[in-house]
Each structure stands twice: as C-alpha cells, then as structure tokens.
C-alpha cells in the first residue's frame, strides 16, 4: 500500500539552526510529494511540493527534493526562526480518487 | 479572499446528541473532503466528495455522515456522537477531481469533545 513515514519529533533547535526533517515513502506508481506546515491554531497549508523525481520544491527558505532512488523527500532549511515553529507533514498524491497520504507531522519548536 | 471556513471551531457535547460540522468553500472547487487529525495518528481521510451529490467513504468513514448538496459546502454530521470521536477535524478543497495530486486548501478546524 500507500504509505508515508517521516521522523518523529519532537524537534528542538536553536534560532539559525540548520534544519532536517527527513520522509521516506512507499507508494504504488508515480506519487507527488508534498510538504505541509500547520502553524499552531491553524489548519494545514501547503509549504512546497513536487511533481516528478529529481524535482526540487521550495518555499519560504524551506527546500526538498525528490529522490525517486532512495524514495524520500526530506525538508530541509539553513536557518531555522522562531517563526518556522510549527507541525510539518509530509504527503503523496496519486491520481484518480486516491486521498492524499500524510505522514505522522513533526512537531518543530525553535527557540531563540 | 480564497477560503475554506468551518463552524464551529469548538464544540463540547454528550454522547448521542446529533451534531453538524459546516464547511464551505468560495473557491468554486469541485473536490471536498474531510479528516480528522489525533495525535500519534497524523491526518485521516473521512469522507470526501467529487462533485456536487457525489460522496464517498474514505479510511474512517464509520460514525460520520456527509452531504453535498451544493458545491460550496460539505457539512459533517455525527448522529450519535461518541467519545472515540474526540478529536480535531479539517475540512479541505481543491481545484479538480483527483485530490491527491492538487493542492489541497485546508479550513481552520474544529475540535470536537464528545463526553
């Protein structure tokens, strides 16, 4: 079956910080990857995704790339701020009527 | 602005008292779909809706009743709620069918205590 695994948190970093979140992924056929960000009170959004492998999504200083050969889409900033605090769930796509997939979220606490 | 609004975004109830979750969307998206989120378990898919009056069971969908009579709204009804249907729920859109591969736009959620 369809499925996402991403680390568990959680994660505890300083301000500036570099951030990884990793996510691996088994899916049948060609997946989209996506990462979403709820920020605390908030319903999910969509942070970056991408289409095909090889493909680099990124938004907001945030960045992940699609490794079809290892089947993973890890996050990943260079310095993290307070404001980036927040649960992050990586997902895959498929066609047809297939619901998103989401991993568990990786809750993010940045401290200054 | 573009938005998926869902009411209320907190309710405490009995068990057994029917209740309705609304959700609406004035995107003019034809997919729809509702989740509810608990800790340790990550995002799972109710229900969602196609198209107007077309709906569908997603993972736990048992418990839950939905309709869509317009394309704008997806309202959620627990007709007897129970305490394993505490959790926090999210309404979502997106533009076509085929909502895995669209992005989908989320609503604020409503936290659902059944006692």
């Known amino acids: 079956g369809n499925s996402v695994t991403q680390m568990e948190g959680p994660v505890t970093l300083s301000e500036e910080a570099f951030l990884t979140i990793n996510c691996t992924y088994t899916?049948?056929?060609?997946?989209?990857l996506f990462w979403y960000v709820q920020y605390p009170g908030e319903g999910l959004q969509l942070l970056l995704k991408a289409t095909k492998a090889d493909d680099k999504g990124s938004n907001k200083g945030f960045e992940a790339t699609y490794r079809k050969e290892t089947t993973s889409f890890h996050l990943e900033k260079g310095s993290v701020q307070v404001s980036d605090s927040a649960v992050y769930f990586c997902?895959?796509?498929?066609?047809?009527?297939?619901?998103?997939?989401f991993g568990k979220g990786t809750r993010l606490s940045v401290i200054a | 602005e573009a938005q998926v609004t869902q009411n209320p975004r907190y309710l405490i109830t009995v068990t057994g008292k029917k209740l309705t979750v609304t959700c609406s969307q004035n995107?003019?998206?034809?997919?729809m779909s509702w989740y509810r989120q608990d800790p340790g378990l990550g995002l799972r898919q109710i229900y969602y809706s196609m198209n107007v009056e077309v709906t569908d069971k997603g993972d736990v969908p048992e418990g839950y009743k939905v309709s869509r009579k317009e394309k704008r709204n997806f309202p959620l009804i627990l007709e007897s709620p129970s305490p394993n249907q505490t959790s926090l729920y999210f309404c979502?859109?997106?533009?076509?069918?085929?909502?895995?591969?669209?992005?989908?736009?989320f609503g604020p959620g409503t936290r659902l205590t059944v006692l």
């Open positions: 997902a895959l796509g498929l066609s047809g009527n297939t619901p998103l997939v």
């Open positions: 899916a049948t056929g060609y997946p989209s």
């Open positions: 995107m003019n998206h034809e997919y």
């Open positions: 979502a859109s997106s533009p076509r069918p085929g909502g895995g591969y669209n992005e989908q736009f």
